[in-house]
């Protein structure tokens, strides 16, 4: 599996939240969120702002596809 939004999935782990306890807080179910991850539909800003709140950290670092200090992909 290729995750497009590695960091979303990084500040899910550092939560402790399992894939499913994340979807439901968001409100939707777990495919719907395997989906957003893996970039195979998008995720609705109502849902980026409130990763954005749950994890503390901005919008711009969530929807970037590398970890934080690492080179940008080619």
Excluded: H
């Excluded at 497009?4 to 939240?17: C, D, G, H, S, W």
């Excluded at 495919?31 to 893996?38: R, V």
């Excluded at 709140?53 to 080619?74: G, H, M, T, W």
């Amino acid at each position: 599996m290729n995750l497009r939004f590695v960091n979303i999935e990084a500040e899910r782990a550092r939560k402790e939240l399992s894939k499913e306890s994340l979807a439901q807080k968001l409100g939707v179910s777990t495919k719907t969120y395997y989906n957003w991850i893996n970039g195979d539909t998008p995720i609705p800003s109502t849902a980026l702002i409130n990763m954005s709140e749950l994890f503390n950290k901005d919008i711009d670092y969530l929807l970037r596809d590398k970890p934080p200090n690492q080179p940008e992909r080619r």
